[in-house]
C-alpha cells in the first residue's frame, strides 16, 4: 500500500473506529472469538442463520476478535452458528438464542482434525510443486467440481485416460455432482484425433501424480491462506439460500427495485430474489430443443430494464419482460442452429441504438446479430479456416452497439463494427491470459478478466490501448471483471472464494473472503448504495451472495 497523508490516515483511523464502536452499541448478536493456540482471533467468520429462514449473516472479528451483528441485520430467536477460519472449527457453541435486548455470546474455537476438507481450490494448487503449465490442467476442473475430488480420488493414470477423462469430457460445462449432462455434439474448434489423445494423456499423467493412487498421503503439505485482517474484516455478508441444491445461479444482477434475479446455470428457468424477505420465484422456460442440455448462462438487461439471457444448448435468445412477466425467443437459424449449437452470451446493452441485439455461439466461435423486430439473425464466423482451436466467450458492445469480444483460447479481443461487419483482432499483453467475461463502462472502456493470467483487464476501444493489474494470489484466476461508481474494479475467482476490489487510482487492493466455499462466475455491483454494494451467485452453492463492505 502507499503511504497516505498524515491527516487523511488520522481521518480513515477515525471513521473506521467510529463505525465499529458504532456497531458494538447497537448490536444484536455480539462476543468474541478466541482459541487456545492464538488466543484472540481477528479474521473469523461468524455466520448466523435463523432456525426456519433461507437467510445467513456473516461479520468478521477485529483485531481484538470481536464480531457485532447490527440491529436490524438479525431479529430475536434461535440461530444456528457456523465459522470460517482455516485451520479451525467452531468448538461451542452451535445455536444460541437471540434476545429482544440483544445477546453477548463468546465462541471457543478448536484445531480442525480435516484441514483438507477446508481448503480452496487455490490453496490445493499452490500446496503442490509443479510447474506453472501442468498445474494448469487443474483450471479445466473446477467449473464442476472442486480439485479436492481429485486429490481424494485413487485413479491411476491408465483409469483416468481411459475412464474418468473421455467421461468428463462427455458432459457439458453446467453439470454438476447433483445434476450432469450429457453433450449431444462436440464444439467444432477444439482438439482431435492425435492431438485430444496427447492431452489426455499428460492430464492423466499429472492427476494420477497428485492423488492417492499410489500412497496413502499426500506427498505434499497443505498450504493454506493467511485469514483476513484490516480493511477485509469491514465487511458484513448475507446469503440466500435456493430451494433446490440443482439451482446453478450463474449470472446474478439487481433491478431497480432492489430486486436480485439469477439466471440458473442448468435448468430451464430464471429466478428472482427478494433480498427483504428471502423469497425465491421461479420463470420456467419451454425447451426448445427437446433432450439437449437444459439451462442458462449470460443474464444481461436493456436500457428498459427488461432481462435477456443465452438459453446455451436450446440454441435460443430469450427475452423476459419485468413488466408483464413474459418471455419472448428467438431460435437461431437452421444452418446455425446444429448439434453443437451453445448460445452463451446475449448482449442487449446498446440494442436501443439500431434495434440489435448481439451474441455469440461457442459450438463452432461464431458471433450472431439479432434484429429484434424482424427477427432476422446475422453470423459473423471471425476464425473459420484457422489451424488452432479458438474460443469466443463473450460479447460486449459499446455506446454505439459496435460489439468486442474476448477469445478464452488465446490472448486476443476483437471488434465487429456494427456498421460495416469489419472484424479486427488486439492482442492482450500478457501471453495465454484466457481473456474471459467483461463489461463496457461509460467511457467506453472494456473491462475483462484474464483467466489464466491471475489478472483483470482494461481495453480503451478509443485509443486501443491495454491497461492491466495483477490480482493474487498465483490461480486467483479471475472470471469477470466490473468497475464502480468510485473508479474500483470488482472481480471474483472459481478458485479462491474471494472477492477483490481495486482501487484503479491508489492499485490499493481488498480481498473479501466469502462465508463458504463459492463457485464466482459473472459479478454486479449495485452502485445505488453507499458504499456500493456487491453481488454474485454460488454457482455450486444455490445461494446468492450480497457483500456489504463497511468503509
Keep these: 500500500m502507499r503511504r497516505m497523508p498524515l491527516f487523511a490516515g488520522f481521518s480513515l483511523l477515525a471513521t473506521i473506529l467510529l463505525s465499529t464502536t458504532a456497531l458494538a452499541q447497537n448490536a444484536a448478536l455480539s462476543g468474541n472469538v478466541s482459541s487456545d493456540e492464538e488466543g484472540a482471533m481477528e479474521g473469523v467468520l461468524v455466520s448466523a442463520k435463523k432456525s426456519g429462514s433461507n437467510i445467513t449473516v456473516t461479520v468478521v472479528t477485529d483485531r481484538a476478535g470481536h464480531f457485532s451483528f447490527p440491529a436490524g441485520r438479525i431479529e430475536p430467536g434461535e440461530y444456528g452458528l457456523r465459522i470460517r477460519a482455516i485451520g479451525y472449527d467452531l468448538d461451542t457453541p452451535k445455536t444460541i438464542q437471540v434476545a429482544a435486548q440483544g445477546t453477548t455470546q463468546n465462541l471457543k474455537l478448536r484445531k480442525t482434525e480435516d484441514l483438507a476438507s477446508q481448503m480452496s481450490n487455490a490453496e490445493w494448487i499452490n500446496s503442490i510443486s509443479g510447474n506453472d503449465p501442468r498445474k494448469g490442467i487443474l483450471l479445466n476442473c473446477v467449473g464442476c467440481h472442486t480439485v479436492e475430488r481429485i486429490f481424494r480420488s485413487k485413479h491411476d493414470a491408465e483409469e483416468f485416460l481411459e475412464i474418468t477423462l473421455p467421461r468428463m469430457q462427455s458432459y457439458v460445462n453446467q453439470s454438476i455432482p447433483q445434476h450432469f449432462q450429457v453433450r449431444r455434439a462436440e464444439r467444432m474448434m477444439e482438439e482431435r484425433g492425435d492431438s485430444r489423445v496427447q492431452v489426455y494423456k499428460t492430464t492423466a499423467e499429472y492427476l494420477a501424480s497428485i492423488n492417492l493412487s499410489s500412497r496413502p498421503q499426500w506427498n505434499f503439505q497443505l498450504e493454506p491462506m493467511p485469514r483476513p485482517g484490516g480493511r477485509a474484516t469491514h465487511v458484513i455478508y448475507t446469503e440466500y439460500d435456493l430451494p433446490r441444491d440443482t439451482i446453478e445461479p450463474h449470472d446474478v444482477i439487481v433491478d431497480k427495485d432492489g430486486f436480485a434475479w439469477y439466471s440458473n446455470f442448468g435448468e430451464q428457468n430464471l429466478g428472482k430474489v427478494d433480498p427483504k424477505t428471502g423469497k425465491v420465484t421461479e420463470y420456467q422456460v419451454p425447451e426448445h430443443k427437446p433432450g439437449f442440455p437444459t439451462g442458462f448462462l449470460a443474464l444481461r438487461t436493456d436500457r428498459d430494464g427488461d432481462l435477456w439471457l443465452g438459453n446455451m444448448y436450446q440454441a435460443t435468445i430469450t427475452k423476459f419482460d419485468r413488466k408483464t412477466e413474459k418471455f419472448s425467443y428467438w431460435q437461431l437459424p437452421k444452418e446455425q442452429n446444429v448439434d453443437a449449437a451453445q448460445l452463451n452470451m446475449v448482449s442487449p446493452q446498446s440494442s436501443h441504438v439500431d434495434g440489435k441485439v448481439w451474441a455469440q455461439n461457442n459450438g463452432f466461435a461464431g458471433v450472431h446479430r439479432l434484429d429484434v423486430a424482424s427477427g432476422k439473425i446475422e453470423t459473423w464466423e471471425p476464425f473459420k479456416g484457422a489451424k488452432e482451436p479458438h474460443n469466443i466467450y463473450d460479447v460486449i458492445p459499446d455506446s454505439k ?116 466455499s463459492t463457485n464466482i462466475r459473472r459479478v454486479f455491483v449495485d452502485n445505488t448504495t453507499t458504499p456500493v454494494t456487491f453481488w454474485v451467485g454460488s454457482n455450486h452453492g444455490a445461494s446468492i451472495v450480497k457483500v456489504e463492505p463497511l468503509d
Excluded at 474476448?406 to 483482432?425: P, S
Excluded at 489464466?452 to 491497461?467: C, L, N, S
Excluded at 490499493?508 to 462465508?515: K, N, T
Design 401 to 516: 452497439n459496435n460489439v468486442y469480444f474476448t477469445d478464452f483460447r488465446l490472448r486476443h479481443i476483437g471488434r465487429i463494427d456494427a456498421k460495416t461487419g469489419e472484424f479486427k483482432l488486439f492482442e492482450v499483453p500478457t501471453a495465454a491470459s484466457a481473456p474471459r467475461r467483461g463489461q463496457m463502462d461509460s467511457q467506453d472502456r472494456l473491462w475483462f478478466a484474464q483467466y489464466r493470467g491471475d489478472r483483470v483487464a482494461m481495453f480503451d476501444t478509443k485509443t486501443e490501448e491495454f491497461k492491466e493489474w495483477r490480482i493474487p494470489p498465483r490461480w486467483s484466476a479471475p472470471y469477470d471483471a466490473v468497475l464502480d461508481k468510485n473508479d474500483e474494479v470488482w472481480t471474483g475467482s472459481m478458485l479462491t472464494d474471494q472477492v477483490t476490489r481495486l482501487n484503479t487510482k491508489t492499485n490499493e487492493m481488498v480481498q473479501y473472503l466469502l462465508p463458504r
